[in-house]
C-alpha cells in the first residue's frame, strides 16, 4: 500500500481525537504531509474514527489529485492543501469541531493568554475569523492567513485549526488549545481573566518549544 506508515499514523490518531475528547463521530479531520512524496495523507469522509484503516485514509497531491484510498478524502481537503503549500514548516494538520473551542469560535472570541498554555498556540492569541461556508478555498484562504506565525486559528461559527511540524505534536496542540477555550470561555463569563504579558510566558513558549524539537520538513 502506497505511503502505509503514514496512512497507519492517520488512522491511529483519528481514534486519538476520539479518545482525548475533541471529537465524535466523523466530525474533524487531520493528515500528515509527507515531503519524499510532495502528497498529503488525509482521514476520509464521512466515516467515524473508529471505523478508519490505512486504506480507507487518502493520498492527495498538491493539486489535490486523489492518488490512493478506498473512501473520499475529507470535506476540508483544501484546507489542509493550503497550510502545506504555502508554509514549508506544517508538517501536519489537525480540525477538530471540539466543544470550548468551537463554543469560543460560535462566539467570535479568541483565545487570550489567560494561561500559559497558549504556548502550544505558538503565538500571544489563537484568531477567530469570521464565517465562511464549510469545504471552500475562501475558508482555507482566510485560516491560513489568520494563523499568521502561530499554529492555530478558530474558524468563526465552526472550530479549530492546529498545525505543527508532526501528527503527534499538532495532536497535543489541539488537546491543550481545547483546555485552554474552556478557561477562556468560563473566565468571559466570570467577567475576564488576567491576561499575561509576553515577559511572563517567555518560560512556558520556551518549554513547549524543548519539550517538542521540531522534524525539519525536507521540502
Ligand atoms: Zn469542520
Do not use: W
Not at 44 to 51: F, K, M, N, T
Not at 73 to 83: K, Q, T, Y
Amino acid at each position: 500500500m502506497l505511503l502505509l506508515e503514514a496512512r497507519q499514523q492517520v488512522s491511529h490518531y483519528g481514534r486519538e481525537m476520539l479518545r482525548r475528547g475533541l471529537a465524535s463521530g466523523s466530525f474533524g479531520n487531520l493528515s500528515v504531509y509527507v515531503p519524499e512524496a510532495k502528497v498529503m495523507v488525509i482521514s476520509p469522509s464521512e466515516l467515524e474514527y473508529d471505523q478508519v484503516s490505512p486504506q480507507d485514509v487518502s493520498v492527495v497531491t498538491m493539486d489535490g489529485v486523489v492518488l490512493d484510498g478506498t473512501r473520499k478524502p475529507s470535506g476540508e481537503a483544501d484546507l489542509h492543501r493550503v497550510f502545506y503549500q504555502r508554509d514549508p514548516e506544517v508538517g501536519a494538520v489537525v480540525h477538530t469541531h471540539s466543544t470550548y473551542a468551537t463554543l469560543m469560535a460560535c462566539l467570535g472570541l479568541p483565545l487570550q493568554p489567560i494561561h500559559y498554555l497558549i504556548a502550544y498556540a505558538g503565538a500571544m492569541e489563537v484568531p477567530c475569523i469570521p464565517y465562511y461556508p464549510f469545504g471552500t478555498m475562501e475558508l482555507a484562504q482566510a485560516a491560513y492567513q489568520a494563523k499568521g506565525q502561530g499554529r492555530a486559528v478558530l474558524l468563526g461559527g465552526h472550530g479549530l485549526v492546529c498545525t505543527g511540524p508532526d501528527l503527534p505534536f499538532t495532536m497535543d496542540v489541539a488537546q491543550q488549545l481545547e483546555f485552554l477555550a474552556q478557561l477562556c470561555y468560563r473566565a468571559h463569563l466570570a467577567g475576564g481573566g488576567v491576561k499575561l504579558t509576553a515577559q511572563q510566558l517567555e518560560s512556558a513558549f520556551e518549554a513547549v518549544k524543548r519539550h517538542h524539537t521540531p522534524t525539519e520538513r525536507k521540502s
